[in-house]
C-alpha cells in the first residue's frame, strides 16, 4: 500500500472525481463550474466557491495520504486560491485576450510580486505545493488531448505535426545542451517550442524533473513571445507564401499550418490566424490540435529515456522493465488514461455537446486543468526570486528559447508548404 503514497499516484488518484465530474457534467446545474468572466455576478461566485471546495478537499485529501503537515493549511490555500482567481479574472479581460496572455502567466507574476515585494511568511507556507497542483492539472489536461483531433487535419496534418515536433523538438533540445542548459530545463524547453508552449512545457517539466524556478521563466517567456508572433507571423507569411503559389485557397491553408505549427498557445493561434481568414484559421486551429495529441506520447519517450539512467545519469547498460515502471512518473499515465477514455466516449458518441457545438465533458475537464495550473504557477512565483530569473543560466535559456523558435518558424514554413501546397493538391 505506501508504494501508492507517492504524490504522482496520490495525484492520479484525486484526478479521478475531476474526470468523472467532467463525464457526468451535462447533469450538473449549468453544466458544472466555469471560469468566471467577472466577479460581479452571483453566478460567478457561486462557480469560484465550486472551484475552491474542490480544489480545497484535493489538497486537504492529498496532504492527509502524503503526511504532510495540516496545521494552517486552510487560511494559506485562501489566499493562493484568490490570487488565482484574481490571475483568471485578468486573463479573461478582453484586452489581454487579445494579446493572447494566459491565465497561468499572469498567475506567475502575481506570485513573484508577493515573494519579491513581501516576505512570504511562515503561516502562507503550507498550501505553496506548486508540483501537487501541476500534477492533478496536466491529468485533466489528457481528457482534452483528444485522437479525433488527429483524423481531422487527416495524413497531411498528421504528418506536418510528427514532422514538425520531431525535428523542433531535436533541435530545441541539441541547441539548449549546445549553451549548457541543464538537461531537464532543456527536455521543457523543446518541448514548449516544439509542441504547444505551456501545457507541453508543464507535462514535460512534470517527467524530466525541472527546476520549479526554470520551468516559470521558460513559461514567461513562452507567453511574452507569443503576443509578437501573433502579429508577425501573418506579415511574414503574407510575404512568402503568394511566391509560391497563386491559388487563394491553398495560400490560405499553408498561412493557417504555419501559423498553427509556429505561434505556441491555442488562443495565439486563433488571434493571428483569424486575421488571415476562415480557411486560414480552421487549418491553424486543427493542425494545432494535432501537434497537441502529441504531448503524450513526447512525455512517454523523455520518461523512457530517463527511466534508462540511473540517479548519477550514467546509462544503464540492460534496462528492464521494472526499472522503467518505478522511474516513470505515474500521473502521465494518468494523463494518457484520461486521453484515452475521452477519446473512446467520443467515437461511442457519448460525449455531449452543448449548444455552440463545443463538447461539454472535456470544456470542463479543460476548465479544471486551467485553474489547477493556474494554483500551482502562484505557488511556483511565490518560491521564485527576481535575482535568480535574471541570472546567467536563464540567460542561456532564454537564447535557446529564441534561437529554436527562429529556426521553428523556418522548418514549419518549409514543411507546411510542402505538405499543404505540394502534396496535398496531388491528392
Not at 5 to 28: C, G, K, N, R
Not at 90 to 117: D, M, P, Q, T, W
Not at 294 to 301: C, E, N, P, Q, Y
Not at 398 to 404: C, K, N, Q, S, V
Request: net charge positive; aromatic share 12%; hydrophobic share 55%.
Amino acid at each position: 500500500m505506501k508504494r501508492f503514497l507517492t504524490e504522482d499516484w496520490v495525484t492520479a488518484f484525486l484526478s479521478v472525481p475531476l474526470l468523472a465530474l467532467a463525464i457526468l457534467s451535462p447533469l450538473l446545474p449549468g453544466g458544472g463550474p466555469k471560469i468566471p468572466e467577472t466577479l460581479v455576478t452571483l453566478e460567478a461566485w457561486l462557480n469560484i466557491g465550486a472551484f475552491f471546495l474542490i480544489a480545497l478537499v484535493l489538497l486537504f485529501v492529498g496532504n492527509k495520504l502524503l503526511g504532510r503537515p495540516m496545521r494552517g493549511l486552510l487560511v494559506s490555500f485562501i489566499v493562493i486560491f484568490a490570487i488565482a482567481v484574481l490571475a483568471q479574472w485578468v486573463a479573461k479581460l478582453e484586452a489581454v485576450k487579445f494579446y493572447g496572455f494566459e491565465a497561468v502567466f499572469f498567475s506567475v507574476l502575481f506570485g513573484l510580486i508577493v515573494r519579491n515585494l513581501f516576505k512570504v511568511p511562515e503561516w502562507l507556507k503550507p498550501a505553496i505545493q506548486g508540483e501537487f497542483f501541476i500534477k492533478i492539472g496536466v491529468v485533466c489536461l489528457g481528457a482534452t488531448v483528444l485522437f479525433s483531433d488527429v483524423m481531422k487535419s487527416g495524413a497531411t496534418g498528421l504528418v506536418q505535426a510528427v514532422l514538425v515536433v520531431g525535428i523542433v523538438w531535436s533541435f530545441g533540445y541539441w541547441l539548449a545542451r549546445k549553451l549548457k542548459v541543464e538537461e531537464a530545463t532543456a527536455m521543457t524547453l523543446a518541448s514548449g517550442c516544439s509542441i504547444c508552449g505551456v501545457s507541453a512545457c508543464i507535462t514535460a517539466s512534470g517527467v524530466a524533473g525541472t527546476d520549479k524556478k526554470q520551468l516559470s521563466y521558460i513559461i514567461s517567456v513562452v507567453l511574452i513571445v507569443v503576443v509578437p508572433m501573433i502579429y508577425l507571423m501573418p506579415w511574414i507569411a503574407g510575404m512568402v507564401v503568394p511566391l509560391f503559389t497563386d491559388d487563394p485557397v491553398i495560400q490560405n491553408e499553408i498561412v493557417g499550418a504555419w501559423i498553427g505549427g509556429t505561434i505556441d498557445t491555442t488562443s495565439g493561434v486563433v488571434a493571428s490566424a483569424e486575421s488571415v481568414g476562415v480557411i486560414a484559421e480552421n487549418t491553424a486551429v486543427v493542425v494545432k490540435a494535432t501537434q497537441n495529441v502529441l504531448i503524450g506520447v513526447v512525455a512517454f519517450f523523455i520518461a523512457l529515456y530517463l527511466s534508462t539512467r540511473s540517479n548519477n545519469g550514467a546509462n544503464i547498460n540492460r534496462p528492464s522493465l521494472s526499472i522503467v515502471w518505478d522511474k516513470f512518473p505515474k500521473f502521465i499515465l494518468g494523463f494518457l488514461l484520461a486521453s484515452a477514455i475521452f477519446s473512446i466516449l467520443q467515437t461511442q458518441d457519448l460525449l455531449t455537446l452543448n449548444a455552440s457545438g463545443k463538447v461539454i465533458e472535456t470544456t470542463m475537464a479543460k476548465n479544471f486543468s486551467t485553474f489547477f495550473f493556474s494554483l500551482s504557477f502562484v505557488c511556483i512565483g511565490m518560491d521564485t526570486r527576481l535575482k535568480d530569473i535574471v541570472s546567467r543560466e536563464n540567460r542561456k535559456i532564454l537564447h535557446a528559447f529564441l534561437g529554436t523558435q527562429v529556426f521553428n518558424i523556418i522548418v514549419t514554413g518549409l514543411i507546411a508548404w510542402v505538405m499543404f501546397g505540394v502534396i496535398k493538391p496531388l491528392f
